[in-house]
């Protein structure tokens, strides 16, 4: 089964294609992928054995030559992860009104000419409400005018598929074929807690991702802790808390250093003795040893492996580049329980 992957990122799918592959002996082989972010292709091409895939960058450019979508080999399957920002909750959420909204549509001409039997898309949940399901309504009729003949959508939750991490995002599966299939959540799960042998990364929890040790440089100052503990301020309240089991849904700006309701943080009693803060009194925990997450631990949340790390380490690859990365990357797991579920459990590439 031949498959592109756009919108790459550092290949969340992809990884979740090879793991299927090595797992399966289903061949789910990549021929093309794009991306446009420099730091996230080296993270990227330092990690995949790349044989002759078509490097298409950015897909609108790509899409708007003719020859070049001509001259691309037909695939099977098309993975990707569709800007999201423009219908994030964090941003304007100006939808198929904003430049990355419509970069959605701006795959008309690839699947016309291509005409992939299957195409499997993420997005973040608020994608369902926004415009008041006027943008869901566009996007499903978007594939219906193409011919699928199936045209789904999953909300999977990270957290239900070995990482610990809230993360609930939507999967747009659509086939040329119709399907009978039961494409809930429930399902997958059910699926998925079926699979005995695998290669993935399971963590039952947060400390089974935290390290023991941490550079310094990773710990909050006196300076900076009192703002991140914080029950917000005087224009904006929150309720703070750290040492969560289920960590935080991961952000491409968590580098940012958000208050503690926004982004992940552990107490080293947490870390090493399993002892919570979760609601400590704030003057008591501003005198505790408080850090952030490390990047190869907001990989890790994510289903990458240490070889995955150290490759992009190797590669140059900053650790500001690696926490955005980590924080715009497709769960892995994730990536192999739908998958799993589609090709290898439903079979639906024989029906």
Same mark, same amino acid.
């Given at each position: 089964?031949?498959? @592109?992957?756009?919108?790459?990122?550092?290949?969340?799918?992809?990884?979740?294609?090879?793991?299927?592959?090595?797992?399966?002996? @289903?061949?789910?082989?990549?021929? $093309?992928?794009?991306?446009?972010?420099?730091?996230?292709?080296?993270?990227?091409?330092?990690?995949?054995?790349?044989?002759?895939?078509?490097?298409?960058?950015?897909?609108?450019?790509?899409?708007?030559?003719?020859?070049?979508?001509?001259?691309?080999?037909?695939?099977?399957?098309?993975?990707?992860?569709?800007?999201? =920002? $423009?219908?994030?909750?964090?941003?304007?959420?100006?939808?198929?009104?904003?430049?990355?909204?419509?970069?959605?549509?701006?795959?008309?001409?690839?699947?016309?000419?291509?005409?992939?039997?299957?195409?499997?898309?993420?997005?973040?949940?608020?994608?369902?409400?926004?415009?008041?399901?006027?943008?869901? !309504?566009? @996007?499903?009729?978007?594939?219906? +005018?193409?011919?699928? *003949?199936?045209?789904?959508?999953?909300?999977?939750?990270?957290?239900?598929?070995?990482?610990?991490?809230?993360?609930?995002?939507?999967?747009?599966?659509?086939? *040329?074929?119709?399907?009978?299939?039961?494409?809930?959540?429930?399902?997958?799960?059910? /699926?998925?807690?079926?699979?005995?042998?695998?290669?993935? /990364?399971?963590?039952?929890?947060?400390?089974?991702?935290?390290?023991?040790?941490?550079?310094?440089?990773?710990?909050?100052?006196?300076?900076? *802790?009192?703002?991140?503990?914080?029950?917000?301020?005087?224009?904006?309240? +929150?309720?703070?808390?750290?040492?969560?089991?289920? $960590?935080?849904?991961?952000?491409?700006?968590?580098?940012?250093?958000?208050?503690?309701? =926004?982004? !992940?943080? &552990?107490?080293?009693?947490?870390?090493?003795?399993?002892? +919570?803060?979760?609601?400590?009194?704030?003057?008591?925990?501003?005198?505790?040893?408080?850090?952030?997450?490390?990047?190869?631990?907001?990989?890790?949340?994510?289903?990458?492996?240490?070889?995955?790390?150290?490759?992009? @380490?190797?590669?140059?690859? +900053?650790?500001?580049?690696?926490?955005?990365?980590?924080?715009?990357?497709?769960?892995?797991?994730?990536? &192999?329980?739908?998958?799993?579920?589609?090709?290898?459990?439903?079979?639906?590439?024989?029906?």
């Amino acid at each position: 089964m031949r498959y @592109i992957e756009l919108f790459s990122g550092i290949g969340g799918f992809r990884k979740a294609a090879e793991l299927i592959t090595q797992d399966t002996g @289903i061949n789910m082989n990549c021929i $093309a992928f794009s991306e446009i972010d420099t730091y996230a292709l080296k993270t990227y091409e330092s990690n995949y054995q790349l044989n002759g895939e078509v490097r298409m960058n950015n897909i609108v450019e790509f899409t708007a030559e003719k020859d070049k979508i001509e001259q691309l080999n037909d695939f099977d399957l098309l993975l990707g992860g569709f800007p999201c =920002q $423009a219908f994030s909750l964090l941003g304007k959420q100006l939808g198929l009104e904003d430049e990355r909204g419509k970069i959605l549509f701006s795959i008309h001409e690839l699947l016309a000419g291509k005409n992939p039997e299957f195409v499997v898309l993420e997005n973040v949940r608020n994608i369902l409400k926004h415009d008041k399901g006027k943008t869901l !309504n566009k @996007i499903l009729d978007f594939f219906k +005018s193409h011919g699928y *003949k199936y045209v789904n959508y999953v909300l999977l939750d990270t957290q239900n598929f070995g990482l610990p991490q809230k993360r609930a995002r939507v999967f747009f599966v659509c086939s *040329k074929k119709e399907l009978d299939i039961d494409l809930s959540e429930d399902a997958i799960i059910n /699926n998925f807690s079926s699979i005995t042998e695998h290669s993935l /990364n399971i963590y039952e929890d947060v400390l089974d991702i935290l390290d023991k040790k941490a550079d310094n440089k990773y710990y909050l100052s006196e300076k900076i *802790k009192h703002t991140i503990l914080a029950d917000g301020s005087k224009n904006f309240k +929150s309720r703070s808390q750290i040492d969560l089991n289920i $960590a935080r849904t991961l952000t491409a700006t968590m580098v940012k250093m958000h208050r503690a309701c =926004q982004d !992940n943080y &552990y107490s080293d009693d947490f870390i090493l003795k399993n002892h +919570s803060h979760k609601d400590t009194e704030k003057e008591i925990l501003y005198k505790k040893p408080v850090r952030k997450l490390t990047p190869w631990e907001a990989l890790k949340l994510q289903g990458f492996d240490k070889e995955f790390y150290d490759n992009a @380490i190797l590669s140059k690859v +900053s650790e500001h580049q690696l926490y955005k990365q980590a924080g715009n990357a497709l769960s892995v797991n994730t990536g &192999y329980a739908l998958l799993h579920y589609l090709f290898v459990k439903c079979k639906i590439q024989d029906i």
